[in-house]
């Protein structure tokens, strides 16, 4: 039995990984870890008995075999076989570098860990400790199963909820119009910055570390069916199809490499409809081109650019700044940074936190 730790067991991604950890034979749950969630945390204490229970932050309503504070992570990676890592936030970039770090391997659900931290993790991707989840990826990472070569990598988008809207009209519509995903269901920020089409330049600079060497390209699919394509040596092309469902990519990552796979969704391809496939309208996408260049740029950028991203997402959900200030506070966070070389952690929490103060300023001034 593989031993898994669940790293943000109670946020969308840990609570489906839970389940299926329960219904499969061939892996059991070593640890959950959640940041201060207590309530659903001791719920799941009781529903699926993990021998270590984590919590980052302190709280007096913990009981005493409850590990909270510095140690937490450690603790619920150590003695596992398989991290998943669902962490939210930069945050998860420190639980990716321990559990690499200790050689285990890790099913990845944080962005921010290649986003901000790729430099940091090159050499475990070169060694293939890392799985990823991110639905796109797992695509990718599937198709190359087997395969020697490949000559193109292309993601799909859905474009989110504004997809229809003209570029004007975007600038100033609402957060209930944007949080309308048409078909995933994700937290508040991953569907803004799906809306914002930046969630996808994060996702091309985590394709080009996970399958470096390989252009990395985006078309919009608003049926969210295909989860991306590879494109092979003789120039034909690799997909991954089905209804949108996080269970299948956490499945794979959880089973790799030669588990056996439970069947998770039932529908058959005449229950797709058309599916559509339309280039990226890029002066629509303000945002999604800073955060592309940023991720060419390297260095500290892409730190700057996803801390950035976060601030201004925030102030838009709290109406504080529009639509079309994520943009703006972004690039006003880019151009005031410093570029340095990201060779260490601080390296990387230097860049955030510089980033959040920059942007936090670029939101004053927008209000
Ligand atoms: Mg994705």
């Known amino acids: 039995m593989k031993k898994v730790a669940v790293l943000g067991s109670t946020g969308s991604i840990g609570v489906q990984a839970l389940q299926i950890i329960d219904g499969n034979p061939e892996l059991s749950l070593h640890s959950i870890l959640c940041n201060a969630n207590i ?37 619920a990676i150590d003695e596992a076989d398989l991290v ?3 962490i939210v936030g930069s945050a998860g970039l420190k639980a990716s570098l321990m559990t690499v770090e200790r050689g285990l391997s890790l099913a990845l659900a944080n962005k921010e860990s290649l986003v901000a931290g790729g430099d940091l993790l090159e050499d475990s991707i070169e060694k293939g400790l890392i799985i990823p989840i991110d639905s796109e990826h797992s695509t990718i990472f599937r198709c190359l199963q087997g395969e020697s070569r490949c000559t193109g990598i292309t993601l799909t988008a859905s474009g989110g909820a504004l997809r229809n809207m003209s570029a004007d009209k975007m600038k100033n519509t609402s957060p209930s119009d944007v949080l309308a995903h048409p078909t995933w269901n994700m937290g508040a920020r991953i569907t803004v910055d799906s809306a914002t089409m930046v969630n996808k330049a994060f996702e091309v600079m985590e394709a080009g570390w996970l399958f470096p060497g390989v ?20 120039g034909s092309w690799k997909a991954l ?9 956490i499945q794979y990552a959880l089973l790799y490499p030669d588990g056996r796979l439970n069947e998770v969704t039932t529908d058959i391809p005449a229950d797709w409809g058309n599916l559509e496939l339309l280039e990226v309208e890029k002066d629509k996408y303000p945002a999604f081109n800073l955060v592309m260049q940023a991720g060419k740029d390297g260095k500290g950028y892409p730190a700057v650019a996803n801390a950035a991203d976060e ?23 880019l151009e005031q940074h410093n570029p340095v070389e990201i060779s260490t952690f601080d390296d990387v929490m230097d860049a955030d936190k510089c980033a959040r103060r920059d942007a936090e300023m670029a939101v004053e001034k927008l209000c």
Request: aromatic share 6%.
């Open 241 to 249: 199809l089905g209804s949108p469902d996080m269970r299948i990519p």
């Open 311 to 333: 601030i201004a997402v925030a102030a838009f959900l709290k109406g504080r700044i529009g639509f079309g200030g994520i943009a703006k506070v972004i690039e006003i966070a």
């Open 215 to 234: 252009p990395v390209d985006v078309v919009i699919h608003p049926q969210s069916i295909i989860h991306s394509f590879v494109r092979m040596a003789d």
């Open 84 to 86: 998943l890592n669902a």
């Open 39 to 75: 309530e659903k945390l001791n719920l799941q204490r009781e529903k699926f008995n993990p021998s270590v229970a984590c919590m980052v932050e302190p709280s007096s309503k913990a009981d005493s075999k409850i590990i909270s504070g510095d140690f937490a992570i450690e603790a």
